[in-house]
């Protein structure tokens, strides 16, 4: 069955500090993956996505995932993180035959030390 | 534009109340999907719309719920009668086509409270 894993709850790192959020997806077909950022109170918004192509995709907010097909992830990076990135960041494959259905991961918290 | 829209952003109901949420896509946007999300299960899909036609509701969790889309750019989603573990919020997204390359807009949610 299709799964998304991300196996952080939490995550705390110091702001200016690198940060890598991790996400492990079982999908055997080619996978469509997706990161969204849900800050709090409000609705999930795409940072990036990746279908095809370069395995490494640039998203906004100078967000960065990376594909690795060997080891089913697609790991969010970003090198430098500000306070305002505290947030919740949700890894999701598309599946289903039209891939509308997106399965979610269970999230990450991410919190920031000043 | 606006975005997706919701409303209303916070309902509290008692028990066996009826409760009707709300939702406006995205002007142009033909794909609606209806999510929950609450702390034991995070994030499910509870029904996907396309072209106002539904097209997958098996997350619908029971017949106490029920989702409409009168027309192309509204759509409601009801529960008659509410019970406490309704309580989540909901959140309404919409695409403009259907498949994965299409980005998914979400709402700001409706935190509902069932006592």
């Known amino acids: 069955a299709q799964s998304v894993t991300q196996p952080d709850i939490h995550i705390t790192v110091s702001e200016g500090a690198s940060l890598e959020l991790r996400c492990n997806y079982s999908?055997?077909?080619?996978?469509?993956l997706f990161w969204y950022v849900q800050s709090p109170g409000q609705g999930l918004q795409l940072l990036l996505k990746?279908?095809?192509?370069d395995t490494l995709v640039q998203g906004i907010k100078g967000f960065e995932a990376e594909f690795k097909r060997s080891q089913s992830s697609f790991n969010l990076r970003k090198p430098s993180v500000h306070w305002s990135d505290a947030a919740e960041y949700f890894c999701?494959?598309?599946?289903?035959?039209?891939?509308?259905?997106?399965?979610w991961g269970a999230g990450t918290k991410l919190i920031i030390k000043p | 534009d606006a975005g997706v829209i919701q409303s209303p952003r916070h309902e509290v109901t008692e028990m066996g109340q009826e409760v009707t949420l709300r939702c406006k896509l995205i002007?142009?946007?033909?794909?609606l999907f209806w999510y929950r999300q609450t702390m034991m299960r995070g994030l499910e899909l509870l029904i996907y719309?396309?072209?106002?036609?539904?097209?997958?509701d098996s997350g619908m969790p029971e017949d106490r719920f029920s989702a409409k889309m009168p027309n192309a750019s509204f759509s409601t989603l009801k529960i008659q009668p509410s019970e406490p573990r309704d309580s989540a919020v909901y959140f309404c997204?919409?695409?403009?086509?259907?498949?994965?390359?299409?980005?998914?807009?979400f709402g700001p949610g409706t935190r509902l409270t069932v006592l």
């Open positions: 997204a919409s695409s403009k086509d259907r498949g994965p390359g299409n980005e998914q807009f």
């Open positions: 002007s142009g946007h033909n794909s």
């Open positions: 719309f396309n072209n106002n036609v539904p097209i997958d």
């Open positions: 999908y055997g077909a080619t996978p469509y």
């Open positions: 990746y279908f095809s192509g």
């Open positions: 999701a494959v598309g599946v289903g035959v039209s891939n509308y259905q997106l399965i």
